[in-house]
């Protein structure tokens, strides 16, 4: 059986190389394409990449440093995710791509070597090592999608998903906490269609009174807040996974705006 651990991190490593694959190809005038992201090209979404992953690396391997970093985060909670992405889409394409291909190696090369059991902080709770690789695909995937949706271009949904799925699945209660809303009591089902077809992953007891269900691919661009839920075929049942859906987010921080319904763009 293959360690849950290891099969996250092989994960990470391949939906970076997609992506690399998509952007190292493009003209260096294609890095300057406005994403759906206000003020943001697909240089900033690399460069964010770039910068979470160097946070992400100094938390693993130099937790006071880190603890800097979210001191300054703190006193500049509106800016200091804009000015990181700045910062890196100012550098030539090939010194920005170059940039976030030497953070990925490095940030799983720590990831791979570190004691079992280690936890890591972060700008929300502790992350283990499943949980810091985790998130990170979720990252790379959400910007990833902003830099396909702005080079016209279409990628077909895999089995990475799931991890995508299970961050924005557990993150349910921190979506209504960073609202200052009470989280519900009782547990969701959430039942969703994964990319083949086929399977259905589901989460929470069989037997819950309130559910979500729909394709994977929707529920994934809903938490991370790459769609509006009415672009979406995701469906609830109840008032309080109702709300859930207007709310949701996989990534830690403060609420994010979200995107606009196709027909108001």
Not at 77 to 88: I, N, Q, T, W, Y
Request: aromatic content about 8%; charged content about 25%.
């Amino acid at each position: 059986m293959s360690d849950p651990t290891t099969v996250v991190l092989d994960d990470l490593r391949d939906e970076g190389d997609e992506l690399d694959r998509l952007v190292g190809e493009l003209d260096p005038g294609e890095w300057g394409r406005g994403t759906a992201a206000e003020g943001w090209s697909v240089a900033h979404q690399i460069a964010h990449l770039a910068w979470t992953d160097r946070a992400a690396l100094l938390a693993v391997t130099d937790a006071e440093g880190f603890a800097v970093e979210v001191e300054k985060a703190a006193k500049a909670p509106d800016s200091f995710v804009d000015e990181g992405a700045e910062e890196g889409a100012r550098l030539a394409p090939a010194e920005l791509l170059a940039r976030w291909r030497d953070g990925r190696v490095q940030l799983q090369n720590a990831l791979r070597t570190v004691p079992p059991g280690a936890r890591f902080p972060w700008y929300g709770p502790p992350m283990s090592t499943a949980s810091m690789a985790t998130g990170r695909l979720m990252e790379t995937w959400a910007h990833g999608q902003d830099v396909w949706d702005a080079l016209g271009r279409t990628r077909k949904p895999t089995p990475r998903l799931r991890h995508v799925v299970r961050i924005g699945v557990r993150a349910r209660d921190f979506a209504f906490a960073v609202r200052g809303l009470a989280a519900p009591t009782e547990e969701f089902r959430v039942e969703l269609a994964a990319p083949d077809g086929e399977e259905i992953w589901t989460y929470g007891p069989e037997n819950a009174e309130q559910r979500v269900t729909g394709p994977a691919l929707d529920f994934c661009l809903l938490v991370t807040q790459r769609v509006h839920r009415t672009d979406t075929a995701i469906q609830a049942v109840g008032p309080d996974a109702d709300r859930w859906l207007d709310i949701a987010q996989a990534f830690a921080g403060p609420p994010g705006p979200g995107r606009a319904p196709k027909g108001a763009r």
